[in-house]
């Protein structure tokens, strides 16, 4: 595979107010807001919550809301120079507080202008990946899968498009994609905290999705951008067409990024497809533009639409038929189906070895010959491939609760499978 690229953009740092591209007087506004809830601060521990350089910046902004009368000087804590003093809000910079936040009660980092996003996607574009089948062997080494999978798996990665991957339940379709997202995205983006478009604030960081990583000569880069691994995104039943187009708070008067914004740069997998509160016709009309032209668009609570680049890698994961779920035209726009089926003998058998020796419990064949003959043979039981995880953590709680060594014995996995399986 091509190797992770290296940092093809860094957000160069910023020197002066014009560095920002930002109205002036709406960083006055942020700088009150952050001041009204904060009570009083240093002029350095402003410029930290700001995500911005006291000197040439903060500076230039807090001198002009004293000569507005809006901030006063409090005092000087412990340190060298102007950027210790702490500041304050007058009674006059409480009432413009106020009206601010009735604007909007953002309080965080200074937003990066939305063009700027815009460039930054395109300079970190993920590559093209290209994977041989020993590659593609290695990324799933800690999965048992058939051939014909693996082969299918490849060119469906070198094509860069979405996948679609179907087929019965628990038979390891999410581990593969996780394994996918793992391998590919290795490498590290920057992307803004928050963007500014149009006066309105869009936050993108999300701690639950973004996961920093060390920034390299971090006084060489803008404070407001954030490096992270590229991320991987999963969501499931709970996806609605409301979660693809930009989140307003009314409250807070502030927007939230939504799902495909929040993964730009790298892979999103809508699990359980077909599962969700929206008919799945509904959802993928919603991504028909978005696969094709790598363009989404989003719209303002003004009616004011927005042009997004859609950098991301998107795999669809069901366990409903694909024919039940989506028309001929759509399922020709995904190229590759590749179908996840049930273990056959040979690998039910390597999993459970795998398992076992991963829990400490003893493999024994004939206890395995035996499970399969009375629980899958007999009843015609298909064969699951998280079978053998369940059922050994099940006979290692027999075996705590008997103050006994775990082991395949026939005994012991007869009683698990009574727990784990429903024949009602």
Not at 213 to 226: F, I, L, M, T, Y
Not at 272 to 299: C, K
Not at 370 to 375: F, H, K, N, R, V
Request: with cysteine; charged share 25%.
């Amino acid at each position: 595979m091509v190797a992770p690229s290296s940092d093809t953009f860094v957000p160069p740092p910023v020197r002066s107010l014009k560095d920002l591209e930002l109205p002036t007087l709406w960083l006055q506004d942020l700088a009150l807001k952050i001041l009204y809830f904060r009570g009083y601060l240093t002029g350095h521990e402003l410029a930290k919550l700001m995500a911005l350089p006291y000197m040439g910046v903060v500076s230039e902004i807090l001198e002009d809301l004293k000569k507005d009368k809006l901030v006063e000087i409090r005092g000087a804590r412990t340190g060298v120079g102007p950027s210790a003093y702490e500041y304050t809000l007058t009674t006059l910079g409480m009432q413009r507080a106020r009206e601010a936040l009735e604007r909007s009660q953002y309080a965080g980092p200074a937003p990066v202008p939305f063009h700027r996003y815009v460039q930054a996607v395109r300079k970190q574009a993920r590559s093209r990946p290209i994977v041989t089948e020993r590659e593609v062997r290695q990324m799933l080494a800690h999965l048992v899968l058939k051939d014909e999978v693996i082969h299918r798996l490849g060119p469906a990665i070198n094509s860069g498009l979405a996948i679609f991957l179907y087929g019965p339940p628990g038979d390891g379709k999410t581990s593969i994609s996780q394994a996918i997202g793992r391998y590919l995205l290795r490498d590290a983006i920057y992307i803004p905290f928050s963007l500014y478009i149009g006066g309105q604030v869009i936050v993108l960081f999300d701690a639950s999705v973004h996961h920093p990583v060390e920034v390299p000569n971090s006084s060489q880069v803008d404070a407001r951008w954030v490096r992270i691994r590229r991320p991987f995104l999963m969501v499931g039943g709970e996806l609605t067409l409301e979660d693809l187009d930009l989140i307003f708070d009314p409250v807070n008067k502030f927007y939230q990024a939504p799902v495909q914004v929040k993964a730009n740069g790298g892979m999103l997998l809508v699990d359980d497809f077909g599962r969700q509160r929206v008919r799945p016709q509904a959802l993928l009309n919603r991504w028909i533009v978005p696969l094709e032209s790598r363009v989404d668009y989003l719209t303002l609570h003004t009616g004011q639409k927005i042009e997004v680049p859609f950098d991301v890698l998107v795999v669809f994961s069901t366990n409903l038929p694909p024919k039940n779920l989506v028309d001929e035209a759509f399922l020709r726009r995904l190229r590759h189906k590749i179908h996840v089926g049930d273990p056959g003998f040979k690998e039910f058998r390597e999993i459970f070895r795998r398992v076992a020796e991963q829990r400490g419990i003893s493999f024994s064949e004939r206890g395995l010959a035996y499970l399969i003959q009375e629980w899958y043979v007999k009843p015609g039981r298909p064969l699951r491939a998280s079978h053998p995880r369940d059922l050994c953590d099940i006979l290692l709680d027999i075996a705590r609760y008997r103050n006994a060594k775990p082991s395949m014995t026939p005994e012991l996995l007869e009683e698990a499978a009574k727990i784990y399986f429903v024949d009602a």
